[in-house]
């Protein structure tokens, strides 16, 4: 088990005196005066454990922390402030801290303290070691097109060169994008998603590029861009088709440059990240149309990936679908299921316009509610030609609601729990309990 600990402080005596004590009790340590530096050496050399102050002159510790529980979530984090005020405690709790420390600090405390972290991490760990197996094998399918596809990421993870990955809505682009950067050189350092339909222009920027404090309203502090977390990891920008010609003409200049600036800012920062992008757009008619750039396009598609819909790997659906009943049984802490002959021939004969993303949402309900272990057509909520089924068909919209709403459940109303089978993270799930009025 390694013991690999960053301290961020911006009090030099500080950092020096819990450098020495911590490696005298046999700690791995790196230092750090501030947020940018901390992430720079988190991008280079990820610790165990963060140590951190919570204030500090650039970037907070609580900020710092919130970024972390974003893009690189293995890392533990404790807080330490000479500050013992309770909103201050919620709010490092509630952003995933692992413990709140107040100074001065009690050295033999801390040692334990960090000890226990690390004990309590390795066991996560081991419990974790099956699930990140079945993760990395979560591209499914043996269809000749998919095999062509495991090709393609074998050749884009070997290099560090921008990919785009084009398909229909639900095909599993994202998967794909884990998939090159899990098998490539830099799968430790961060993989850092946006969907770009999600915000507009402005925001996207400050949100992969960063802000200066002052730089548009709201902006009360500055804020590091996700290009900052990602080091030589990967940004994988989704529906990139949807965005403005403006934030594609300085996506352009990342990529032609590896520089960009942060939103209010005249100074210019480097990146190593490598861009992945994905869409369901027609490029090329965007293009002639002048709605995306020519020159972004040709820079974005150095490898080019194109995903077939499920329709046309049919010979797929028997084996995706026993994969995803067993996922979803371990997801819902479920007995496993099997899938009667007749329900696999309902699966077989429909056309899955939401792609894998809708056989995968179809089966987890019937998981839900399926009874006896075994899933028949009844259970299936989707119609196919000649087969009306005897269940109302929902949208995807309503089977997340019911699924989010059955995990709370289960997790017992624990939120940290729900998001953990959920596999989002904690502001995403609050996002969804705010979405489906599930408070």
Request: with cysteine; net charge negative; glycine share 6%.
């Amino acid at each position: 088990m390694t013991k690999k600990v960053l301290v961020v402080d911006d009090d030099a005596t500080i950092r020096v005196a819990l450098r020495d004590a911590l490696t005298s009790a046999g700690f791995d340590v790196d230092l750090a005066e501030s947020a940018s530096q901390a992430l720079a050496v988190i991008a280079h050399a990820p610790p165990d454990i963060m140590v951190s102050d919570i204030r500090m002159p650039d970037v907070s510790g609580l900020e710092l922390l919130r970024l972390l529980r974003e893009r690189a979530p293995d890392i533990a984090v404790v807080l330490m402030t000479a500050f013992d005020d309770m909103p201050t405690v919620v709010e490092a709790m509630k952003h995933g801290a692992v413990e709140f420390l107040v100074k001065p600090l009690d050295l033999d405390d801390l040692q334990k303290t960090l000890e226990r972290v690390l004990e309590d991490r390795e066991s996560r760990r081991r419990m974790q070691e099956s699930a990140a197996g079945r993760a990395e094998n979560a591209i499914v399918g043996r269809d000749p097109q998919m095999i062509d596809i495991y090709k393609l990421v074998g050749q884009a993870a070997s290099t560090h060169a921008t990919v785009l990955i084009r398909g229909e809505s639900g095909t599993g682009k994202e998967l794909v994008a884990r998939a090159i950067h899990a098998h490539s050189t830099w799968a430790a350092e961060p993989f850092v998603p946006v969907n770009c339909a999600a915000l507009p222009s402005t925001l996207l920027e400050s949100e992969l590029f960063g802000h200066v404090r002052g730089s548009f309203t709201g902006a009360i502090g500055n804020r590091l861009g996700r290009f900052a977390i990602a080091g030589r990891g990967t940004i994988f920008l989704d529906e990139i088709g949807d965005t403005s010609l403006e934030f594609q003409t300085k996506l352009l200049r990342v990529l032609q440059d590896r520089t960009y600036q942060p939103v209010g800012s005249e100074e210019t920062e480097h990146t190593d990240a490598r861009v992945i992008a994905a869409t369901h757009q027609p490029l090329e008619d965007m293009v002639t149309e002048r709605r995306f750039r020519e020159d972004l396009y040709y820079r974005l598609r150095v490898v080019e990936i194109t995903i077939p819909p499920l329709r046309d790997r049919r010979g797929d659906i028997a084996l995706l679908a026993e994969h995803m009943l067993r996922r979803a049984s371990a997801t819902l802490e479920r007995p496993p299921v099997v899938l009667a002959p007749e329900a696999l021939a309902r699966l077989l004969e429909h056309r899955w316009p939401g792609n894998v993303r809708e056989l995968e949402n179809c089966l987890m309900r019937a998981v839900v509610v399926a009874s006896g272990g075994v899933v028949r057509p009844e259970h299936l909520s989707m119609s196919s030609p000649g087969h009306p089924s005897g269940t109302p068909v929902l949208s995807l919209a309503a089977l997340e609601r019911v699924h989010v709403e059955r995990v709370l459940e289960l997790a017992g109303g624990h939120k940290g729990r729900a998001a953990d089978l959920l596999g989002v993270s904690r502001p995403r799930l609050n996002r969804l309990i705010e979405k489906y009025g599930l408070q």
